[in-house]
C-alpha cells in the first residue's frame, strides 16, 4: 500500500514540501541503520574532541578563547545533524526532482566563489558570509554531484533501454562544469574527490569496463599533462614532489609531513594521552586541526585511537556500500556508491597524507576534522545513505 | 529489455562487491601504514619529538675568585651593563648594519671604525682589536656603560637591532694591576677550543682564562652550568618546564700570594728600579731600569708568597673588549712587552748568584771546603784572560772567603780544571762528568720548575751534548755565513770558527759558565727555587701559587700539599758550608753590605748571594743584570726573596736594596707590624667567603 502511495506520488514532487507524508512511518523508522548513525556520530564526537586537543593551545597563546574553536566546532555538527536528519527524512523522490536544482545551485556556488570569493592557504575556495562564518561551496559541490549524476545514470536507466554507456559523455560533459570551476579556485583535492565520484557512479552504474578504463587512463594522462606544462602552481607541486622525497626539504612543504610524521609516530601503541601531546600542543604541526586533524589522534591516542578512527570510517564505508547494494533503484545505488566513492577517497588521500603515502592535497578527514562547510556536506552525504536505506522497501535493485 | 536490465544490474553488483575489497584493501594499507609508524619507528619519532620540543637553556655559574692567602680577594665579580652587539643580526640589515652602527657610534662615544673592527672576527691580516671569540655569540663592545645608553638602547630597539645591553658578570680587580702576570686574564673562548673534547659543555658565549692562574685553574673557577630543559612550541614559546639543575658556582682560589707581600714586592721592584737608574755604569751612561722581578718564597713549602714583574697592566683592559691602543702597548718592546712575566717568562744569565751551584759542584768534585784558592785580578787560559769582577785581586782565600767577595777568578779555576778532568775538548768514552751541569740541573735549572702558571720558560744549563745539538741545528746557517760576501770579515771568520768546530764545549765555555755567564740562562723563579733549596736544607720543591680551592658551600675541594721534586746531590755540611758562607754577604766584606749596613742582624740575620750578570760587552750593548738572591733568617731560613732587575747594574746595588725593602716590610722594622707573626707562615685556609 504504501509503495503504490509512493508511486502516485511520484508524479507530483514539487509543492509537497521536502518532508513527504509517508516519510516517517514506523516501519520506515525500523529500517534505520543504527551501526551508520553510531559510527558517525562516534567519529563526530572524537572529532570534537581532537579539534579541541588541537587548538586550545594554539588559541590560548593567541589570547584566545582555548574552548573558542571547539564551541564554533560543535555549532557546525549541530547544524551539520540537523541538516542530515532532514536530508534523511526527506521523501527521496524529492531529492530526485531537486538534482537539477542542486547542479544548478552547485556551480552557481563555485562560480560565486571565483567572483567573489576569499583566498586562504592559496586556493580561493570560500565565500564570506560575515559575522566570522564562511562557506566552502566546493564541499557542498560534493553533494550537488553526487546527487545529479546519480540522477543523470539512474533515471534514464530507470526509466529507458539505453544501451550502457551511452549517458556517460553527458555526464562527463556536465561534470566538467564543477570540476573546471573548482580547478580554477585551484583546488586539486576537491577535484580529485570529484573525480573519484564520477568514477565509483560510472562504475556502478555498469557502464562498459572501457569506460572506466578510459576514465582512469584520462586522469592519469591528465595529472602527467598538468605537472610538465606547469598547469599546477609552484606551491601544488612541491606538496608533491616532498611527498615522494621528504628528505629533501624539511621547512617549506615537507614539513608539516616531517612532522605530522614526528606526531603520529611519537604516539606509540597507545599514545600520549589526550591533550598530552607536545607535538600537537606546541602547534608543530601546520593546519592541524582540519587537514592534519589525524595527528592528533595518532600522538595522543596511538595506535589505538588511529585504528579506531579508521575501523569506524570502515564501518560508514561498509554500511553505504551495503545500502548501495539493497537500494531499490538504480538512483539509490548510485547515490550511496557515490558517497562511499567520495568518503573512501577523501579519507584514504587525507589519512595517507599525515602518514607520509599521500601528497598533501589538503583536503580535510570526514566528519573528523574542523570546518562546518565540510560538516554539512559530510553529514548531509549520510542523510542522502539514511534516506535510501529508509526506502529500502521493496526487492533490492538487480 | 528484460536481459538487458538484468545484465546492467550484474555488472552493478558486481562492482559493488569490487568497490567493497578496493575499500578494504585502502583501510588496510592505511592501517599497516600505521602499524609502520607507531610500532616499528617510535622509537625515532619519539626522539625527533622531544628534539623538536625540548630547548637547554644555560644558566650560567658565577666563577669563582682568586684570593690570597688571608682571604683577600685579589680577582672577583662584579655586575656591568655590557653593550654587545651580534653580528647576525648586524648582518641581515640592508647596509650590513652601518647605519645601526653609526647610531650606536653616536650613543657610547667610540669611533664608528674601532666599533666595526672590535666586532669583526679575528684572523689573517685583521687589525686588533678583532673579536676572538665564536661568530656566534654577541660581542661586547663597551662594558659598564652607564644607565643611560643602556636605556636608551633597550628603549630603542628599532633604531639599534642586533644590539642589547645587560647585566653581565666581569672581573673585577681590586688591587688593580696588583700580581696581573700572575692572575691572569680572560677572553671569549676560541671557536677552536670550543670543537675540542675538553671543552665540552662550554657556550659560544663563555669567557676562558687564556693566561696565569685564570688559565691554569678554569676548570675549578669555572663552576657547573646549570641547564633548564623547557618545552616550547613551534614558534619558540616556552610552554613549561621540563627538568632543571641549578648552576654550581665555581670555587674560589686561595693562593699562597700575600696580597701585603705582594705589594711589598711590587713597591720594592718599582722603587729598586728608580734607584739604579740614578747610577751610571762604566761607560757613563744612565742604566735604563727597564723591567725586573721579584719573587718571595716559603722556603719550607715553595708556596709563592709574591711574584712581582715589571712593567706590569691594569688587567681590566682585557674585559669588555681591548682597544687598538691598549693593546699595542701590552705588546710593546718600547714599552718592555708588558704582558710579559718576567719572574716565570724570562730567561737571564744568572751571574754570580749561580756560584752556589759552582761552589757545591766543586766540593762533590773533591775541592776541600777548608783549602785555599787564589784570587788573582785575571785568569789566564791559553790565550785568553779572564778577568776578575772590576779586575781586583784579593789574594789566598777559601771557599767561604770567595762566595763573600764572590772571587770570579776562584770559580773559574773549578771551571777550568774540571773541564780538564773531564777531558777538555776530546774526552773519552764516560770520562765527561759534567759535575757543574749536573748540579745545576738537580737545582732544577734548565727545566720548568712545574710553577702551577701556564707557559713557564725553561731556561737553559749549556753542557757537552746541548752544545753539539745547537751546532748540529746551526751549523749549515754559520757554514753559509762564513761565505757570505755581505758580512764584515769578523762576522765571516767568527761564522768559519763556528763552521769548523762550533760543536766543541771549549774550556771558556766551562769558565763562563762557572760563574753564570756564557750560554746558562735561568728564570728568576728557578733561581728562588734553587735558593729554598739550599736554604730548607736540600730538598727542591714545586712552587705553588694555588693552595686550596674553596666550594661556594665553604667547603675545601682541592688542597694542595707541598710536593718534592728531588733532594739535591750534596751532603748537609756542604749545604750548611754554603749556607753560612751566604750569611756573611751582607755583613762588612761582604758584596751586599753597602744595602744591609743598618740591618738588625743580630735578630734577623739575612744570607744571600749577588750577581751581576754581563749581557752585552760593547757600547751599544745591554747593561748588567742586577741579581740578588737571598734568604731569611739565615741560621732558620723561612722566607727566600729574589730580586731582578734589567739594566741596572751591579747586583749588590740596586737588587740587594729590592730584597731589603721586602725584608724589612714583612718582619715589620719600617713602622708596620710584621705580616707575618713570629716570622711563619700560616698552613690554616681563610674562613668564610668573602666577596
Known amino acids: 500500500m504504501s509503495t503504490s502511495a509512493v508511486r502516485l506520488r511520484r508524479r507530483y514532487p514539487f509543492g509537497r514540501g521536502i518532508l513527504g507524508r509517508g516519510a516517517l512511518d514506523r516501519r520506515a523508522l525500523g529500517r534505520w541503520d543504527w551501526v551508520l548513525v553510531a559510527s558517525v556520530l562516534a567519529l563526530a564526537a572524537f572529532g570534537a574532541l581532537l579539534v579541541w586537543s588541537a587548538t586550545r593551545h594554539r588559541l590560548a597563546a593567541a589570547g584566545l578563547d582555548p574552548q573558542g574553536l571547539l564551541k564554533r566546532h560543535l555549532l557546525n555538527l549541530s547544524i551539520g545533524l540537523a541538516l542530515g536528519l532532514v536530508t534523511a527524512l526527506a521523501d527521496h523522490r524529492t531529492l530526485r526532482a531537486y538534482a537539477p536544482v542542486a547542479y544548478v545551485a552547485c556551480c552557481g556556488g563555485l562560480l560565486a566563489t571565483l567572483l567573489f570569493g576569499t583566498t586562504i592557504n592559496g586556493a580561493h575556495s570560500w565565500i564570506v558570509i560575515g559575522g566570522g562564518f564562511q562557506l566552502q561551496p566546493s564541499e557542498l559541490a560534493k553533494v550537488g554531484l553526487v546527487v545529479s549524476t546519480a540522477m543523470l545514470l539512474g533515471e534514464r536507466r530507470d526509466a529507458e533501454a539505453v544501451s550502457p554507456g551511452s549517458d556517460v559523455p553527458l555526464l562527463l560533459a556536465l561534470a566538467a562544469v564543477p570540476l573546471g570551476l573548482v580547478l580554477l579556485q585551484p583546488d586539486v583535492g576537491t577535484a580529485m574527490v570529484l573525480a573519484a565520484v564520477i568514477v565509483g557512479v560510472v562504475a556502478v552504474s555498469g557502464a562498459p569496463a572501457r569506460w572506466i578504463l578510459g576514465l582512469l587512463l584520462a586522469g592519469a594522462l591528465t595529472a602527467v599533462l598538468a605537472v610538465h606544462l606547469g598547469a599546477l602552481k609552484d606551491y601544488q607541486l612541491e606538496r608533491f614532489t616532498s611527498f615522494a622525497n621528504p628528505a629533501a626539504d624539511t621547512d617549506g612543504a615537507g614539513y608539516a609531513t616531517r612532522q605530522a610524521r614526528i606526531a603520529i609516530g611519537s604516539g606509540g601503541l597507545l599514545g600520549k594521552g589526550l591533550f598530552q601531546g607536545g607535538q600537537t600542543s606546541g602547534a608543530f604541526v601546520p593546519e592541524q586541526q582540519t587537514d592534519f586533524i589525524f595527528t592528533v589522534a595518532g600522538e595522543e591516542l596511538g595506535l589505538l585511537g588511529g585504528s579506531l578512527i579508521i575501523g569506524l570510517l570502515g564501518l560508514i564505508l561498509w554500511r553505504g556500500l551495503s545500502i548501495a547494494a539493497r537500494a531499490p533503484d538504480l538512483f539509490g545505488r548510485l547515490v550511496a556508491t557515490g558517497v562511499v566513492s567520495w568518503f573512501a577517497f577523501q579519507s584514504f588521500v587525507n589519512i595517507g597524507m599525515t602518514l607520509g603515502i599521500m601528497p598533501v592535497t589538503g583536503l580535510p578527514l570526514p566528519f573528523v576534522s574542523y570546518g562546518g562547510s565540510a560538516m554539512f556536506a559530510n553529514l548531509i552525504a549520510v542523510g542522502l545513505l539514511l534516506n535510501i536505506r529508509l526506502r529500502n522497501t521493496g526487492p533490492p535493485y538487480p | ?691
Open chain 2, 1 to 691: 529489455m528484460e536481459a538487458g536490465r538484468s545484465r546492467v544490474g550484474d555488472s552493478s553488483a558486481r562492482r559493488l562487491v569490487v568497490a567493497k575489497v578496493l575499500v578494504l584493501s585502502l583501510l588496510l594499507t592505511l592501517g599497516g601504514r600505521l602499524w609502520s609508524l607507531q610500532v616499528l619507528s617510535a622509537g625515532d619519532f619519539a626522539q625527533a619529538a622531544d628534539d623538536n620540543r625540548i630547548r637547554e637553556l644555560v644558566i650560567p655559574a658565577a666563577r669563582g675568585g682568586i684570593l690570597d692567602s688571608t682571604g683577600h680577594p685579589l680577582v672577583r665579580n662584579r655586575t656591568a651593563l655590557v653593550v654587545s652587539v651580534s653580528n647576525q643580526a648586524l648582518a641581515k640589515q640592508p647596509d650590513a648594519g652601518e647605519a645601526v652602527l653609526r647610531r650606536l657610534s653616536a650613543v657610547i662615544a667610540m669611533p664608528q671604525a674601532e666599533l666595526r673592527r672590535r666586532i669583526t672576527a679575528c684572523g689573517k691580516g685583521v687589525p686588533r682589536p678583532c673579536w676572538n671569540g665564536s661568530p656566534l655569540g654577541p660581542v661586547p663592545v663597551l662594558e659598564d656603560a652607564p644607565p643611560r645608553v643602556a636605556l636608551r638602547i633597550a628603549e630603542h630597539q628599532e633604531d639599534f637591532p642586533g644590539v642589547s645591553a645587560d647585566f653581565q658578570a666581569v672581573r673585577e680587580y681590586p688591587g688593580g694591576s696588583l700580581a696581573a702576570h700572575t692572575l691572569g686574564y680572560l677572553a671569549p673562548i676560541s671557536t677552536a677550543a670550543l670543537s675540542q673534547h675538553s671543552h665540552a659543555g662550554y657556550q659560544p658565549t663563555d669567557l676562558v682564562g687564556v693566561a696565569g692562574l685564570e688559565k691554569q685553574y678554569q676548570a675549578r673557577l669555572r663552576g657547573v652550568d646549570g641547564r633548564q630543559r623547557v618545552s616550547v612550541d613551534r614558534a619558540g614559546r616556552v610552554t613549561g618546564t621540563v627538568s632543571q639543575s641549578a648552576p654550581v658556582t665555581g670555587g674560589d682560589l686561595v693562593t699562597h700570594l700575600d696580597r701585603r707581600v705582594q705589594v711589598l714586592a711590587e713597591h720594592a721592584l718599582a722603587d729598586g728600579l728608580a734607584f739604579a737608574r740614578r747610577d751610571r755604569d762604566a761607560l757613563g751612561r744612565s742604566y735604563r731600569g727597564t723591567s725586573g722581578a721579584v719573587i718571595v718564597l716559603d722556603a719550607r713549602t715553595g708556596g709563592v708568597l709574591a711574584v712581582a714583574s715589571h712593567p706590569s697592566y691594569d688587567p681590566t683592559v682585557w674585559t669588555g673588549g681591548m682597544s687598538t691602543t691598549d693593546y699595542a702597548r701590552l705588546t710593546s718592546t718600547a714599552a718592555g712587552v708588558p704582558l710579559l712575566s718576567r719572574a716565570t717568562q724570562g730567561e737571564f744569565a744568572p751571574g754570580s748568584t749561580f756560584k752556589i751551584v759552582t761552589a757545591a759542584a766543586a766540593v762533590r768534585g773533591g775541592y776541600p771546603r777548608g783549602g785555599i784558592y787564589q784570587c788573582p785580578a785575571s785568569y789566564s787560559l791559553g790565550g785568553a784572560r779572564f778577568d776578575n769582577f772590576e779586575g781586583i785581586a784579593y789574594g789566598p782565600m777559601d771557599l767561604r772567603a770567595a762566595l763573600i767577595k764572590s772571587c770570579d777568578t776562584v770559580f773559574y779555576q773549578f771551571g777550568h780544571e774540571m773541564w780538564l778532568r773531564d777531558g777538555g775538548l776530546r774526552p773519552a768514552r764516560g770520562q765527561a762528568k759534567e759535575l757543574l751541569a749536573r748540579t745545576a740541573q738537580a737545582y732544577g735549572f734548565g727545566q720548568p720548575t712545574g710553577v702551577d702558571l701556564p707557559a713557564e720558560a725553561d731556561g737553559r744549563i749549556p753542557d757537552r751534548a746541548s752544545k753539539r745539538a745547537l751546532w748540529d741545528l746551526r751549523k749549515a746557517d754559520y757554514c753559509a755565513g762564513a761565505k757570505n760576501p755581505s758580512f764584515e770579515a769578523a762576522r765571516r771568520q767568527a761564522d768559519q770558527e763556528f763552521c769548523v768546530d762550533g760543536f766543541n764545549y771549549r774550556a771558556g765555555d766551562a769558565v763562563n759558565f762557572a760563574i753564570g755567564q756564557g750560554d746558562v740562562l735561568v728564570t728568576p723563579l728557578q733561581l728562588a727555587t734553587a735558593y729554598a733549596a739550599l736554604a730548607n736544607g736540600g730538598t727542591v720543591y714545586r712552587p705553588q701559587i694555588g693552595k686550596a680551592v674553596i666550594g661556594a658551600d665553604g667547603r675545601t675541594t682541592w688542597r694542595a700539599t707541598p710536593e718534592v721534586v728531588r733532594r739535591l746531590p750534596i751532603d748537609a755540611s756542604t749545604l750548611d758550608y754554603i749556607r753560612s758562607a751566604l750569611a756573611g754577604v751582607t755583613r762588612p766584606g761582604g758584596t751586599a753590605h753597602a744595602a744591609f749596613a743598618d740591618w738588625p742582624h743580630d735578630r734577623i740575620p739575612v744570607a744571600g748571594k749577588t750577581g751581576t750578570a754581563e749581557v752585552g760587552l760593547t757600547k751599544t750593548g745591554r747593561q748588567d743584570t742586577s741579581w740578588f738572591a737571598a734568604f731569611a733568617p739565615a741560621h732558620d731560613p723561612q722566607f727566600v726573596v729574589v730580586s731582578m732587575l734589567e739594566e741596572a747594574g751591579a747586583g749588590g746595588a740596586s737588587s740587594a736594596r729590592v730584597v731589603r725593602r721586602v725584608l724589612e716590610g714583612m718582619y715589620g722594622l719600617v713602622g708596620l707590624p710584621a705580616i707575618f707573626p713570629a716570622g711563619r707562615v700560616p698552613t690554616a685556609l681563610p674562613r668564610g667567603r668573602p666577596r
